[in-house]
């Protein structure tokens, strides 16, 4: 009975800010749960279960670490797009990627992948509706509809498979309703903002008709943040278009088809981005005149098109059977492609330093076949097998310093990359807890991945802007490979009170290897052969505690990983004055950290809630070649991207209910993030006078928020973002060998009024 008081009072404090159910890290977090008292100043809420490891079990019984964030919570953190997350979830760091504004870059515990082209595979899985996405064009997903979004943080290699090296990201739209329902809502904000957001769903043919449906679609528009002083139009706008459907038919409670179908337009332009230092690659265009650094950190002048196109789309069918009380089976069959058009001025002037335009498309196909085994005993859990077959391709155009004047050959000012990479990969995985006492549990899994990894690559120089007159070739392969990884996981915990329970974890994880679809094997033989695959070895300590009386909900982690053959993306200069793209493994790291999570009741209008965390990132080996056959290791002088050394947020919420049966909430948020380095260069290899690596100071961001909702029908919200209009670099370009120093821009202050109609 202590045990369920325990999990209804921590759901009172989840209903007001992100769901801190900590879990295992192959878990899912809590499904949404409904108030027993009013929504705002809620005590109690019903018993919370979750799927932790793929099966059904109470809050408390399974052990570390997942956020999860309900829908309520993600409305009143005004949460937009998987970027807001940042900040709410310890050891986080996640943005748009350079040049643009719907490509995701993920990071976790210092772990993921900054570069977005489709020949390496990202560090962080992002996951719609258990379906993976594979690529991270598009990935930067904005929420509406949803039904929950969980971080999962740390290696995922037994339950998620490959790529889950520094966490996964899910996100859960609604499930089908068995009555109707649904909402409209509109938001104005500044910057020209109009978003719109609605969504139906309910039963077809009557309640007991076993078929239920819901349609959910958005638009949200927005002018840019700065616009192109070079041509007058907006960059870093917003033009999004999207639509999700479900179908389910329901046989009984042992038997349900479910099919769903996605579709995601978003056309909005080029990312503004600001030049960092003066490009005297300029003198070799007279014509133009010279280009200093603007001032305003989103205005750019490029004579490119602006073009930043991405199309979406997956379906999926799960099938659920339960043949008797002790087995339920679960298949799922998913489909996704895209296609993305977009332009990136590397030199931001109309200067022809360095415009890159790219094409990428992909398709995937995927099966699920899951089987979950509980029959009331000491023994309980899961084996499965995940099959995925990938097709992603693509083009880059590069024109380098394209001038009358330029000292560059024709063949080393435009080229061509431009290849395939197909992947074949299966997985076997199972994971039990046993219970070795009424307290002390055991927990044990295992996944077995067999990948093939074939890249077709075709790089060449041509003699003409116009790309029709190959005149060298500097990469023309078709090879494949094969990688095989078995990732275990180990965990025990130990209910040592009612309200305080103790875990250790260990867990390992892995990210595919390949081909480097920028190699140029004249220049670089070793570029033609696979890099190997990744992997972290995570080892897990921690507590979920709750004291005074069940008003105060804390959470402690720590964690030390050993991480191997790490993939990373490098421009170097050439001989002939351009660069190369290197993607390669560079060595080896050790990370270690600490997270706190917390959540404080101390009456029933208060809410405080947020995260401390700490991040030791180190390089033990980074192998560098200062000339030709000579290879030093120069860790000590590397520092880990996206790590920054401490982060932490504080939420603080008044609440109150109105006579009439409306409520009021009030929020002011404020993170922070100390200096991080935003690129990965190898200063030994720069030329003298070359800028450093970019980075970024520590900085703060305030926000606040106001929720009204008079009725059950009705919700106004005032929410602002960055009210301070902090300036704060997230990524951006240093390439010496065109003297490229662009550093790309969080989003600028932002407010918006939204108003909500829930029937």
Do not use: C
Not at 158 to 186: C, D, H, M, V
Not at 234 to 258: C, H, M, T, W
Not at 305 to 317: C, E, M, P, Q
């Amino acid at each position: 009975m202590k045990r369920n008081v325990l999990s209804l009072v921590i759901g009172a404090l989840l209903a007001s800010g992100p769901a801190m159910a900590q879990e295992t890290a192959e878990a899912e977090a809590p499904a949404p749960v409904q108030a027993t008292d009013s929504e705002t100043e809620a005590t109690t809420l019903g018993t919370i279960m979750v799927t932790a490891r793929k099966r059904e079990e109470t809050l408390q019984e399974v052990p570390v670490a997942v956020t999860a964030f309900t829908p309520q919570a993600l409305d009143k953190l005004n949460v937009r797009d998987l970027a807001d997350l940042d900040a709410q979830v310890p050891n986080l760091t996640v943005y748009a990627a350079r040049g643009s504004s719907s490509t995701v870059t993920a990071y976790i515990r210092g772990v993921g992948q900054s570069d977005p082209t489709w020949g390496s595979d990202p560090g962080v899985g992002i996951y719609l509706d258990d379906v993976y996405i594979a690529r991270p064009q598009g990935a930067l997903l904005d929420v509406f509809d949803v039904g929950r979004i969980e971080v999962l943080r740390g290696p995922q290699g037994t339950l998620y498979g490959k790529n889950t090296i520094g966490g996964a990201i899910r996100y859960i739209s609604r499930g089908l309703p068995r009555q109707l329902e649904g909402f409209g809502q509109l938001t104005v904000g500044n910057y020209g903002q109009l978003d719109a957001k609605a969504a139906i769903g309910g039963p077809i043919g009557g309640e007991d008709s076993g078929l239920r449906a819901r349609l959910a679609v958005a638009s949200m528009n927005r002018d840019g943040f700065g616009e192109n002083t070079y041509t007058d139009q907006p960059v870093s706008d917003k033009e999004i278009n999207a639509a999700r459907f479900n179908l389910g038919a329901y046989a009984g409670d042992d038997f349900d088809v479910q099919f769903a179908v996605d579709w995601l337009d978003d056309k909005s332009g080029m990312r503004g981005s600001q030049m960092l230092a003066a490009n005297p690659l300029n003198a070799f265009f007279p014509w133009l005149g010279a280009f200093p650094p603007l001032d305003d950190r989103y205005d750019i002048r490029s004579g490119m098109r602006n073009l930043n196109d991405f199309l979406g789309k997956g379906a999926s069918a799960t099938v659920n059977w339960r043949p008797n009380e002790n087995w339920a089976l679960k298949y799922v069959i998913a489909k996704r492609e895209s296609e993305t058009n977009s332009n990136i001025d590397f030199d931001n002037t109309p200067a022809r330093i360095a415009d890159v335009g790219g094409f990428y498309a992909d398709e995937q196909v995927s099966h699920e076949l899951q089987a979950n085994f509980d029959a009331g005993g000491r023994a309980r859990g899961v084996i499965g097998l995940y099959k995925f077959d990938g097709e992603a391709g693509g083009q880059i155009r590069n024109t380098f310093l394209d001038s009358p004047y330029s000292p560059l050959p024709a063949a080393a000012r435009f080229g061509i990359s431009e290849g395939t990479v197909f992947t074949n990969s299966i997985a076997l995985y199972t994971d039990w807890t046993i219970d070795l006492t009424d307290s002390f549990k055991l927990g044990v899994g295992a996944r077995y991945t067999d990948e093939d990894k074939r890249g077709v690559v075709l790089n060449r120089g041509f003699g003409d802007p116009g790309f029709t007159t190959p005149v060298v070739t500097l990469a023309n392969f078709d090879k494949t490979t094969n990688f095989q990884n078995v990732s275990p996981k180990f965990s025990l915990d130990y209910q040592i009170t009612p309200d305080i329970m103790v875990y250790g974890l260990a867990t390992r994880g892995f990210k595919s290897g390949g081909y480097n679809i920028r190699a140029n094997t004249v220049s670089v033989p070793r570029s033609g052969e696979p890099y190997d695959d990744e992997s972290v070895d995570s080892f897990e300590v921690g507590s979920k505690m709750s004291f005074l009386d069940q008003t105060l909900f804390l959470n402690l982690s720590a964690f030390h990983n050993k991480y191997k053959d790490i993939q990373l993306s490098l421009f170097t200069a050439l001989p002939n004055g351009t660069f190369f793209g290197d993607f390669t493994n560079a060595g080896a790291g050790t990370v270690n950290g600490l997270e706190v999570e917390y959540q404080w009741l101390p009456s029933r209008h208060w809410v405080i809630s947020g995260n401390l965390a700490w991040l030791d990132a180190k390089y033990d080996e980074f192998q560098y070649s200062p000339s030709p056959g000579t290879i030093i290791n120069i860790a000590d002088e590397q520092k880990f991207t996206n790590a920054p050394d401490f982060s932490g947020a504080l939420n603080v919420e008044w609440r109150t209910d109105f006579a009439n049966g409306g409520n009021l909430s009030m929020r002011v948020s404020y993170s922070y993030q100390s200096d991080v380095v935003a690129t990965t260069e190898v200063p030994r290899a720069l030329p003298p006078g070359s800028p450093p690596p970019i980075s970024q100071d520590g900085y703060g961001l305030i926000s606040a928020g106001v929720v009204y909702k008079p009725n059950d029908s009705w919700t106004f919200s005032l929410q602002g973002t960055n009210l301070a209009d902090e300036k704060y670099l997230t990524t951006g370009y240093n390439i010496p060998a065109l003297y490229l120093y662009t550093g790309f821009y969080g989003p600028p202050r932002q407010y918006s009024l939204s108003a909500r109609y829930d029937f």
